[in-house]
């Protein structure tokens, strides 16, 4: 298989059409069709240019699990949209910084959670108290209910 058509792209997108991104095949196929090119094998591995970007990214193919990817901007903004309500129909209570350590180490021990956000609602997890956190609303809780 000739994947020089994707030297044409640059950085994910290229990635994305050489199959090297970590998505399904068919999310990386959908991708290549939309860019005019043929789609990849499904049951085949590719055979992909040695360079030291392919190496670093097999070694750390190997050494990492697949993240999962965060929830479609439509339904990260509608559950954002949600627990901006009911934390003002809590009167925009907010929880101490020493709580808010607590629940993300409860979070950092989630198999949804990916180093910064929750894949299952697509939150902010970390730990700053600030306004657009929900960890600081008092009135929020995990979608997994861990908290």
């Excluded at 030297?7 to 994910?12: E, T």
């Excluded at 998505?23 to 090119?37: C, D, I, M, T």
Aim: charged share 30%; proline share 7%; aromatic share 8%.
């Amino acid at each position: 298989m000739n994947l020089s058509e994707c030297d044409q792209l640059v950085g994910r997108k290229r990635d994305i059409c050489r199959g090297e991104s970590g998505l399904p095949r068919e999310k990386v196929n959908q991708y290549r069709r939309s860019w005019g090119f043929e789609p990849l094998p499904l049951s085949a591995e590719v055979v992909v240019i040695d360079s030291p970007q392919t190496r670093a990214a097999a070694q750390n193919q190997e050494t990492s699990s697949p993240q999962p990817e965060l929830p479609p901007l439509t339904t990260r903004v509608w559950n954002f949209a949600k627990a901006v309500t009911k934390h003002a129909a809590n009167g925009f209570k907010r929880r101490k910084q020493s709580e808010i350590a607590k629940l993300v180490s409860i979070c950092e021990g989630c198999p949804f959670f990916d180093k910064t956000h929750c894949t299952k609602c697509g939150c902010d997890c970390t730990g700053k108290n600030e306004f657009l956190n929900k960890l600081a609303w008092e009135s929020e809780k995990c979608p997994d209910g861990r908290w």
